[in-house]
């Protein structure tokens, strides 16, 4: 009921102004009396492991800054199986499996299409995908679930709602609606998408293969990466400011998964691997 009251009460406000907002306040650079509280408040409340952390609370300067911490080196170490998937993110697996009829999962009485969630791309209609959420607790930068190179990515401005599990529950084609940044990857398993979904609360993405800033009022864009960037097995493709959601998107028969739904992942954690 709580849930529900709050996807009514978000529906009658203008949900990216009011996100934008709050993303102003979030990056501002309060006095440290003012701010101190504030993070460890937010430490103890979510139970953020201080300990894997680059640096102390007194050296992040914001909400923002401290959301987008970076890990200590060892803290995440990455699969180095040859055929492995690896997780892009800490988060919980909220679905994972096939793309049928060129349809994912929302909720168990909704699904979306796969094309609209990449902007109008129909290669991936018979595709595998996995759809991993990060709570606020988790570390909120996001990484390559293979070795390759970014060849491209599409900017779609939408809405921001929030995307905990009740959301998706009562709001239809959610995951193609919010704000998204789509990674084009090419890999030894073919070119695959890594979906940065926007949410309620900042809304904003910042990425290392463009400019773009989403949330700040630019149109719908694609863009190529010339050349393409090669990157590493896990290496970092961009940051939530508060938020969110990842979608990963494979080719036909190019992902076989070692995750169930509801599986806690780490960045640089086996989810998979590619057939032979």
């Known amino acids: 009921m709580k849930d529900g009251l709050i996807i009514t009460g978000l529906s009658l406000v203008p949900r990216n102004l009011v996100s934008r907002v709050m ?14 509280p504030i993070l460890r408040w937010y430490v103890g409340h979510y139970g953020v492991n201080l300990s894997e952390c680059v640096g102390g609370l007194g050296d992040y300067n914001s909400l923002v800054d401290f959301f ?6 060892e803290a995440r170490p990455i699969c180095p199986d040859p055929d492995a998937i690896v997780s892009p ?12 009829d060129g349809r994912l999962p929302q909720a168990p009485d909704l699904d979306y299409a ?7 791309d129909d290669r991936y209609e018979g595709g595998q995908f ?8 988790d570390y909120h930068r996001v990484h390559t679930p293979r070795e390759g190179s970014v060849v491209g990515w599409r900017y779609r401005p939408g809405e921001l709602w929030p995307v905990f599990p009740a959301a998706t529950r009562k709001v239809r084609d959610l995951f193609a609606k919010n704000e998204r940044m789509v990674a084009r990857l090419d890999t030894d398993a073919g070119e695959i998408a890594v979906v940065m979904v926007g949410a309620f609360g900042v809304g904003r993405m910042r990425t290392t293969f463009c400019d773009l800033i989403s949330n700040a009022g630019e149109p719908r864009v694609d863009g190529a990466v010339e050349p393409p960037m090669a990157i590493e097995r896990a290496g970092e ?13 494979f ?6 998964w070692s995750v169930e739904p509801g599986a806690t992942v780490r960045l640089g954690e086996r989810i998979g691997g590619i057939p032979a």
């Open 130 to 137: 996995a759809v991993i959420y990060l709570s606020p607790k």
């Open 23 to 36: 993303g102003m306040f979030g990056r501002s650079h309060l006095p440290r009396f003012l701010l101190d």
């Open 251 to 256: 080719p036909a028969g190019r992902a076989l």
């Open 89 to 100: 993110v800490d988060g919980k697996v909220y679905a994972i499996g096939a793309i049928v």
């Open 114 to 120: 796969v094309a609209d969630l990449l902007g109008g």
């Open 237 to 249: 493709l961009g940051r939530f400011e508060m938020g969110s959601t990842v979608v990963l998107v």
């Open 68 to 73: 987008t911490r970076p890990l200590l080196p």
